[in-house]
């Protein structure tokens, strides 16, 4: 029979729930855990996506656990790939054996005087939901809405008389061999679509509204590759790992402090990959700074050689209208397509979707102040997997995963049941919690949660900084509040933090 109840509660089976299950056996191996899938599968973003060419834009080794070296030869690795890294994880580890497929999370209710969630459940396959409940509640659910991604109200849309497709809802049996297709969007999907797709297609035309900065990099790492041949598996991980971070920490920096040097450097960069045929200013140079937006990564100048041999081409001007056989734009310009893909972005999400309430109080994300990145001001046990905006998404993760261990053992050592994040400095501005301009991040911006302007209500975005925070940082550090403690003859039986370290 199913257990009803365990200390921790992972929602989603992604490569964030996969790595904080991880990290629970590993630090806190006397906790109880189940991991709760919507779907049907594991692998989150790796196993949803679908579409022509689906790759990482971050390399492999940030992009994958510290725990487990990436040993494949391709730095920038395709879905498949990433796919199977993510299953071997999860059953080397006996990880998948703790997972719930179609189990649905709706809502969670908090009770102080229970110390616990009441996790609400949907399934497929029954009528009426079921409830479990937990101590803690790890969201690992993602930062979009899986069910559809966002689409503009493009006028005379319903007029096209051929397909329209979005990436997130691409399925095996979509023909597009001998087509004309035009891929809508400029960001790191329709950079990977454009030059996968023109091996096939009669011809690809990107159409963007906006430039957005390129940067072209081997899929193989030539030093790491060589690195595992000389030295041990992990200690060549570790080392080119860091030269990675350290790397993508340089240039964000520079990116910040001398934007005008780093965007002469990136245009210039896509000058050389270009012949003369293309206007670099027009379609290559953005109106923002670099890293206000995401860098698109071009592996192998794939993209620039698409555009190069004429099986590709690049649009950029805003849609008038839809017509019967294509777009028409605002220039007069009809774009004739057979297929029209909108790669228009993601529907970002707070709290994987689900309503949250505390002591019958709902919350509203929007309200909340974020700890560390990862919790709320007064919502008690509940924390959040969310990546970096500047670099690899798992490299946050990792941490998060590390800092949610090292709550529960402290709750464990002084004997209590709720740790609460507690809003008590008058003095701390508001900011905004993402850095970035992206569009999918301004059409959330009246749901997101906010960050302060210092510690411990901001996230920094910085590696070595969240080391030192969330790896070696006080827990009472004055604003997460130890409470509810637990009965006496509970106690006693309690191992210490040591001892579950131990084994």
Sequence with gaps: ?????????????????????????????????????????????????RYPGIRSDSDMFTLGFVFKPWEEQKAIADGPSILKYLHETADEN????????DHHVSSAAWSSKDARWTVTVKQSATENPIELTCNFLFLCGGYYKYEAGY????????????????????????????????????????????????????HVTMLQRSPTYMLSRPAEDAFANWLRKVLPVKLAYAIIRWRNVLLTMYIFNRSKKKPAQIKKYLINQVSKKLGTDYDVDTHFTP???????????????????????????????????FTEKGIKLKSGEVLEADMVVTATGLALEVLNGIAVSVDGKAIDPAELFMYKGMMYNDVPNLATSFGYTNASWTLRSDLTCTYVCRLLNHMNQTATRQCTPRLNDPTMKETAWFNLSSG???????????????????????????????????MDDGTMEFSNPRLAESIASTPTADERLAG
């Design 440 to 474: 999918y991040v301004q059409r959330a911006a009246d749901k997101l949660p906010k960050q302060g302007d210092k510690n411990p209500w901001m996230a920094p975005q910085n590696y070595l900084l969240d080391i030192k925070n969330l790896k070696f940082g006080n």
């Design 94 to 101: 006996n990880i998948t054996e703790n997972i719930r497929f």
């Design 1 to 49: 029979m199913t257990q009803k109840h365990v200390d921790v509660l992972i929602v989603g089976a992604g490569i964030s729930g996969i790595g904080a299950a991880y990290h629970l056996q590993t630090n806190c191996p006397d906790r109880t855990y189940a991991i709760l899938e919507g779907r049907d599968a594991i692998g989150g973003t790796w196993d949803l996506f």
């Design 287 to 321: 109106h923002y700074g670099p890293w206000d937006q995401r860098l698109c990564l071009v592996p192998d100048d794939d993209f620039f050689n698409a555009l190069n041999n004429n099986s590709a081409s690049i649009v950029t001007d805003h849609i008038d209208t």
């Design 151 to 202: 689409t503009p109200d493009f006028d005379g849309i319903e007029r096209f008389q051929g397909e329209v497709i979005h990436p997130q809802q691409w399925t095996d049996d979509i023909d597009y061999k001998d087509k004309h297709v035009v891929i809508i969007g400029s960001g790191a999907t329709a950079v990977t679509l454009v030059p996968e797709m023109a091996t096939e297609a009669a």
